[in-house]
């Protein structure tokens, strides 16, 4: 039996720039793509289909794939969920579960999807699109967000802020600036704390939007004189101080003050103690920060975890630069497949 085995990679979300609107666009996205931790899924034609996986990531799992089946003439499908991303933490774990489903599915059949008509599919990227560009290559990504009106009502267009989450029928926006990212360590810590989503991040949006325009113009200065140019130049110093100035202004401002305490206390015993660029992933708890070397730090967190927080904890990766990876019949696809269907079926 034909099978396939697709490892997605993880994400942080560093700030979504404008969340004003009024010059007729709203969102846009600031995020990196993660090499751990990430869904391994595989999947291969049967008799009758069935999701193995934990009990959260089958019911996940099953929703996506029922999106499929009502619109596309598909057989029967065993899918396996062997790895995963932690749920609620701030990592990007539901557009990369959908994604790589839906990816695995997409090649079984043959149905010849991009990974943008995917996300479309199950509903991703309706706000950001740093997870969808995150599985289809990887790297640091700023999208360019959405059209938007308050207005009028437009197919396509977007008339309320709005998360991913309740965002429906709305394509992932484009991407206006994609970089690899240098080779730094980061480190994750996910503090054991309340995980802000589903109703409570929809009721957020609506009574914190809009944002204050010189916000928006103040992040949108530093993003682009000094957080992109630190990529480009590999300049850890200045990369960090731009990721620190923006987690006290506009969205990010908002979304750190939802926070439990311990969130702002973890950031800045990480910021005290050799962390470069400490911020929030998306609305947490996961926190980032980035050095050459983070090992010491590695084992200070932990401690601090251990004495400040216990069922919190902390890990060290680094940069996916290139997507999400397919293997089929020990032949493996990144960012460069072999035929024009599979090249399609990633870009």
């Not at 967000?145 to 802020?161: L, R």
Request: hydrophobic share 35%; net charge negative; aromatic share 8%.
């Amino acid at each position: 039996m034909r099978k396939v085995t697709i490892t997605t990679p993880s994400r942080i979300h560093l700030a979504l720039i404008d969340l004003n609107g009024s010059l007729g666009r709203v969102d846009g996205s600031i995020g990196l793509s993660l090499s751990y931790p990430g869904f391994e899924i595989t999947a291969q034609y049967a008799d009758d289909t069935e999701i193995i996986g934990t009990d959260e990531v089958v019911l996940r799992a099953n929703s996506i794939l029922q999106n499929f089946q009502e619109k596309f003439d598909i057989g029967s499908i065993r899918i396996e969920i062997n790895e995963n991303i932690p749920f609620h933490v701030g990592l990007g774990s539901g557009t990369q579960l959908s994604l790589g489903i839906a990816q695995v599915i997409n090649y079984l059949f043959d149905l010849n999807l991009t990974p943008q008509e995917m996300a479309f599919i199950v509903s991703r990227g309706g706000t950001s699109g740093i997870g969808v560009a995150s599985f289809s290559h990887g790297g640091f990504i700023i999208d360019g967000g959405h059209e938007f009106s308050k207005d009028e009502v437009c197919i396509g267009k977007k008339n309320s802020f709005l998360p991913s989450s309740a965002s429906k029928g709305i394509k992932p926006p484009p991407i206006i600036f994609r970089h690899d990212f240098p080779d730094w360590d980061i480190l994750i810590t996910i503090p054991n704390c309340r995980h802000i989503s589903g109703e409570e991040e929809v009721r957020l949006f609506k009574t914190l939007c809009p944002v204050s325009l010189n916000d928006v113009q103040y992040i949108s200065h530093i993003v682009l004189l000094k957080l992109m140019p630190s990529i480009i130049q590999q300049d850890l110093l200045a990369f960090g101080d731009a990721i620190k100035q923006i987690q006290s202004i506009g969205w990010k401002k908002v979304e750190i003050n939802e926070q439990d305490e311990i969130v702002r206390e973890t950031m800045t015993f990480l910021d005290k103690n050799g962390g470069y660029g400490v911020g929030l992933s998306s609305w947490g708890p996961a926190i980032f920060c980035f050095g050459e070397d983070l090992r010491q730090l590695e084992s200070k967190t932990k401690e601090f975890l251990l004495d400040r927080n216990p069922g919190g904890y902390c890990f060290l990766t680094r940069a996916n630069n290139t997507g999400a990876t397919l293997i089929d019949e020990e032949r493996i696809y990144g960012n460069r497949l072999k035929t024009a269907n599979e090249q399609r079926a990633f870009h």
